[in-house]
DNA sequence: GCCCTGACGTGAA
DNA sequence: ATTCACGCCAGGG
C-alpha cells in the first residue's frame, strides 16, 4: 500500500504525487518539481526517488528533464534512448538530447502563449548550406 | 559517525 | 556556449 510508504517517506510520496500530475507533451524539471512538492533546492531527491521507483510505480519519468532541457543521462545510454523514445511518442521533440522547454515546459508553455511571440520569419529558415547547392 | 556519490541547480569566469 | 566551484542532502559503505 502507498500509504505504508506515504508515512514513512511523506517527501517521496509528494515528489512522486507531483509527476503524475505532469501533463502529458509536457516536461518540468527536477528543481521545479522539487519545488511544486513543496521542497524548494531539494533538486536531487526528486532525482533519487526517480532512481529508486520501480516500473510498478507507473511514473512519468520521462517527462523529467534538467533545468535546461537536456536529458539527464549521460548520451547514448540505455536509459537516455528510452526517455527519448517516450517523449517523442507523445509529440515533445528532442533534438539532440534537449527538450525545448519554452514550448514544452509544463507552465512555462502558456507563457510562451501569452507572450505571444511576435512569429519571426528569417530568411534563415530556408537554411540554405551551400552556396553551390543553388548554383 | 565520517566520507563519497549522485537521473541536480546556479552563478561566475 | 563551456567549464568550474559550490550548495544541497539522502543513502550506502
Known sequence: MK??????KP???AIRRVIRSIPPGCVA???EVAERAGLPRRARLVARVLREAPPSAGLPWYRVLRANGR????????GFREQARHLAAEGVLVV????DVAVHGWDRNLDAVLW???P???????TRRSP???G
Do not use: E, N, W
Open 29 to 31: 524539471s527536477y528543481g
Open 3 to 8: 500509504s505504508v510508504d506515504a508515512k514513512l
Open 11 to 13: 517527501d517521496h510520496s
Open 96 to 99: 539532440g538530447g534537449r527538450v
Open 71 to 78: 536529458i539527464a543521462f549521460p548520451a547514448g545510454s540505455r
Open 132 to 134: 553551390r547547392t543553388r
Open 120 to 126: 519571426r520569419r528569417k530568411k534563415t529558415t530556408i
Open 116 to 118: 505571444a511571440p511576435a
